[in-house]
């Protein structure tokens, strides 16, 4: 493997990488014959006729054509990863909904990226270009001589336990905790653990592309910076005479095909639809310095746009660590019943709005329009506290999964998994009345 770990700054860039010299054509992008005696290959992610300022697509320049494989053939692999959410095999509650941290594979398993993926939550259908799903991943071994794609959506991986080794076509890229990756829809991968068990959470979306945020006042600079994003330069294999398995989900399902030779032969490419990944602790915080508690927008890093202006498909939001000064006001999160879906997971640390019970590895769900807030004992120490500049969050990184979408949550996500924390309800038990009938 030719160039580890080096990556394009940027968002959203046309790159032109090379693993070895004057590999890219010059001038057009299908040559009679490509320098090397490559392959032109196009990858496509939106239609051809997007407009110009919506369009992605890259040219990969290889060894072998990805066409060179045999039929592809159903497979048991990830039975626990689903993508359909209109049917009878989903179950709807809008209770509020909080996990203890999922089980990392036990040692006498042998658990991979992809066959430990699980979902806990969706809403829609790949086949209509429209949803999301909400999973989870435990794992404990290398993906060796296979290789995934997802023909569904795009994944955005978010590592809680563990460092993830992914090789991609493009280039490979070190994702550690902390860190995100989104890697789009038909770019193949494989994940390495270099630190053995690993856990995590990730977000699939099925009809739309992830982006930065609208700023608006903001003005040009702050939250995710368009510099701090990464994309892998060119890296490639050449290999032959030896098996590889690729696995893709298609329509919800998952099919294997064979090749005798690597899906990472990619000597150079360029375009805008590439794997990117991104440091969550280079997020420039904006918050409110006079008073009040601001809405949790203000700390989205990427979102995926709905066709109606400010509704998002999915938005990725963190609460990272920051500085409170607010004056005369209540700092942690306000008790809220939102028009939209909040799935949350905390990395490491603690977050602010509960006491116990959210743990690293865990998540929650609260679901449209279904009330959530602080618990008793944070209402407790925050209507009584001292509001001195206080360090909110240090070593600790909460985020949230946001969507406009109604969650239906899996069979495993709610019953067979074991990890929902039942008695949740009582976190708001002892939120009393304290009116008094006169002002104080």
Known sequence: MTNDYTYHEGFGNHFSSEALPNALPKGQNTPQKCPYNLYA????????????THNQRSWLYRIRPSVVHTPFVQTSTAELLVSKFGGEDVLITPTQIRWTPFDLPGKNEKINFIQGLKTLAGAGDPACRSGLAVHIYTANTDMGKSAFYNSDGDFLIVPQQGTLDIVTEFGKMKVESNEIAVIQRGIRFSVALPDGQSRGYLLEVFGAHFELPDLGPIGANGLANPRDFLTPQ????????VEWEIITKFNGKMFSAKQNHTPFDVVAWHGNYAPYKYNLANFCVINSVSFDHIDPSIFTVLTAKSDTPGVAVADFVIFPPRWAVTEKTFRPPYFHRNCMSEFMGLIHGDYDGKTDGFLPGGGSLHSAMTPHGPDAAVFEGASKAEL???????????????????????????????????????AWEKLDSKFTGKLE
Do not use: D
């Open 41 to 52: 290959e196009q990858l496509s992610g939106t239609a051809f006729t997007v407009p110009r």
């Open 234 to 241: 060119a890296s490639f294999v050449e290999e032959s005479g």
């Open 388 to 426: 001195k500049p206080v360090y909110v969050g240090a070593n600790n990184q909460a985020f949230m999964f946001e969507t406009c979408f109604m969650l239906s949550l899996t069979p495993w996500g709610l019953k067979a998994c074991g990890k929902v924390q039942e008695n949740y309800y009582k």
